[in-house]
């Protein structure tokens, strides 16, 4: 199984964007037949899928967070990443990412996850 | 409030059997076979335990096992361990390219 690592600023602004980037090792994205995911979990709570990527490319948001989102995908770094955009303290949360084989979850394996804190 | 209802607690006595629920009004789970269940440990990332109501990931033990009925899911964890304490999350396919979670169950082992 291939490993997943999150990286990106722990700290946020309100209202700034918020930018991780995942890096894949021991496995490549590009032509892989899988999705590449982002869940979250706010502090003591439960998780929420964000969204995913297709390695060809197609994208898939959770409505609820859709008009803020953004992924993305570079095979030559085999790395993918997400941007939400107007953040507020709602969104301080462990940001963890995923490999899938279908847009219908099983997500596995998954990274360790980040800690990113909204917050002036 | 979660997409998905789960009790919030759960407990058992080594060797024990206990069962976890995960259900949705709405039935995303009664319309699909997309039910996967995620171990949690303090401070760790969840692990797939179960997908696709039924089946077990290789290195997952037999203990753990899943079912459905209705709008109703189900993690049964039999001969419970000391290290099967944990948080534990159900998710469903909700159609439209969208997946929901339950909002946990943390499972003691008495």
């Known amino acids: 199984q291939p490993q997943l690592q999150e990286s990106g600023p722990g700290l946020v602004k309100p209202s700034e964007t918020l930018s991780l980037t995942c890096t894949v090792s021991?496995?490549?994205?590009?032509?892989?037949?899988?999705?590449w995911g982002w869940i979250r979990q706010p502090p003591g709570k439960g998780l929420e899928w964000i969204g995913s990527?297709?390695?060809?490319?197609?994208?898939y948001y959770n409505p609820s967070l859709k008009s803020r989102v953004t992924t993305s995908v570079d095979t030559s770094k085999n790395q993918f990443s997400l941007k939400l955009s107007s953040v507020t303290a709602a969104d301080t949360a462990v940001y963890y990412c995923?490999?899938?084989?279908?847009?219908?979850?099983?997500?596995?394996?998954w990274g360790q996850g980040t800690l990113v804190t909204v917050s002036s | 409030q979660s997409a998905l209802t789960q009790p919030p607690s759960a407990s058992g006595s080594p060797g024990q059997s206990v069962t976890i629920s995960c259900s949705r009004t709405?039935?995303?789970?009664?319309?699909?076979?997309?039910v996967s269940w995620y171990q949690q440990h303090p401070g760790k990332a969840p692990k797939l335990m179960i997908y696709?109501?039924?089946k077990r990931p290789s290195g997952v033990p037999d203990r753990f096992s899943g079912s459905k009925s209705g709008n109703t899911a189900s993690l049964t964890v039999s001969g419970l361990q000391a290290e099967d304490e944990a948080d534990y999350y159900c998710?469903?396919?909700?159609?439209?390219?969208?997946?929901?979670f339950g909002g946990g169950t943390k499972l003691t082992v008495l």
């Open positions: 696709e109501v039924t």
């Open positions: 990527i297709y390695y060809s490319g197609s994208t």
């Open positions: 998710s469903s396919y909700a159609g439209s390219n969208n997946v929901v």
């Open positions: 709405n039935s995303d789970v009664g319309s699909y076979n997309y």
């Open positions: 021991g496995g490549s994205i590009s032509n892989s037949g899988y999705y």
């Open positions: 995923a490999r899938h084989p279908t847009i219908t979850g099983s997500y596995d394996p």
